[in-house]
């Protein structure tokens, strides 16, 4: 079973920077893509970026240019690194791997005061 931990959650005001981690169990090359997805509260689950194995990046237009999704090979660790954030990026962010199933993560809180 694949295990995967987020980190990095926290307050932050409208405007800030907010680095999120994401550490699986396994090694990160062995997925075909990892992300992350959100869900604020009454809403749907949203896709907001994706990094294929092959390197290759996604972004919703929500956060596009806003947001940079990256990994440490040494570390075995995935980032979403987001920067001028409003209001409407609070959720829980749940960091996702997909091998034949897809993992997903317990989620970390980002909450943006305005």
């Known amino acids: 079973q694949v295990q995967l931990v987020e980190s990095g959650g926290g307050l932050v005001q409208t405007g800030g920077s907010l680095s999120l981690s994401c550490e699986p169990s396994r090694n990160i090359y062995s997925f075909d893509h990892m992300g992350w997805y959100r869900q604020a509260p009454g809403k749907q689950r949203e896709g907001v970026a994706t990094?294929?194995?092959?390197?290759?990046?996604v972004y919703a237009d929500a956060v596009k240019g806003r947001c940079t999704i990256s990994r440490n090979n040494a570390k075995n660790t995935l980032h979403l690194h987001m920067n001028t954030l409003k209001p409407e990026d609070k959720a829980a962010y749940h960091c996702?791997?997909?091998?034949?199933?897809?993992?997903w993560g317990q989620g970390t809180q980002v909450t943006v005061s305005s």
């Open positions: 996702y791997a997909y091998s034949r199933l897809s993992y």
């Open positions: 990094l294929t194995a092959s390197g290759r990046t």
